[in-house]
């Protein structure tokens, strides 16, 4: 388990100052890679074993925004394996009191292959914190009613990570990139959920389709290289 103080940056936030989804996908991506370090987990070691984690699904809901300058106090921990599946929870606190929550879904994949690794066979006895906690409920997909197409996306070298495939963090901002007239001024993101269907790589061209309702936005992503779908996410807006 990690407690941590995180400072929302300047470069993290949105016209209005709000943070940004990727943002603070980043911070806990970042602040998660310690707790694992902290019990000799580190990404070395894991490569070394041609081993690394992959998420396959993660969900926020926030009380209010985060604005820049701000401190907010963040846990994390590995809360529990189930089968293959890695649940990994996120509380954020400000004052003592809890003002948002994140649930995100691990596996444990081959780097070489991405066939996929059982728990048990990795060499490292990983720590289930085991708490009641007011996990987000992330379904398998989306309903795709209404979804209309809306831009491409080519994957860049900017948007890799060490797994050399697009970082999940930057799914969240091709997500917020694609909600009709969202521009960041007079609405924040409130929530957001992201189903990880199959890795994007470099020069590979998503296809990008949302639907529209009052308040939500859901975005698809189909990756035009693999014929394979890549994500969906659902964001929820409020005014700010």
């Known amino acids: ?9 300047s470069f993290d936030v949105l016209p209005n100052g709000t943070a940004k989804p990727s943002a603070l996908m980043r911070y806990m991506q970042q602040y998660a890679r310690e707790d694992c370090d902290s019990f000799g987990c580190t990404y070395p ?36 394996i189930t089968g293959l599946t890695f649940d990994r929870e996120f509380e954020f606190y400000s004052g003592g009191r809890e003002i948002g929550h994140c649930s995100s879904f691990w596996v444990l994949v081959r780097y070489d292959t991405r066939a996929l690794v059982r728990p048990r066979d990795f060499p490292v006895d ?67 959920k992201v189903i990880f269907k199959h890795e994007a790589r470099l020069g590979e061209t998503l296809a990008v389709s949302t639907a529209e309702s009052e308040g939500k936005s859901v975005v698809f992503a189909h990756n035009t290289a693999t014929d394979q779908p890549c994500f969906e996410a659902e964001l929820l807006r409020e005014k700010y």
Not at 64 to 76: A, D, I, L, S, Y
Not at 135 to 142: E, G, L, T
């Open 1 to 9: 388990m990690k407690l941590t103080d995180m400072r929302i940056s």
């Open 45 to 80: 070691f894991m490569r070394g074993l041609n081993t690394v984690f992959v998420v396959t699904k993660l969900g926020f809901e926030l009380e209010r925004p985060f604005r820049e300058g701000e401190t907010v106090q963040m846990k994390t921990y590995n809360n529990s």
């Open 126 to 192: 990983f720590e289930c914190c085991g708490l009641e906690h007011k996990k987000i409920d992330i379904p398998r997909s989306f309903a795709a009613e209404g979804a209309l197409p809306r831009c491409e996306r080519l994957v860049r070298v900017s948007d890799l990570d060490e797994n050399n495939h697009l970082n999940n963090c930057v799914y969240a901002d091709i997500a917020v990139d694609s909600i009709p007239g969202f521009t960041g001024v007079s609405e924040w993101v409130k929530g957001l």
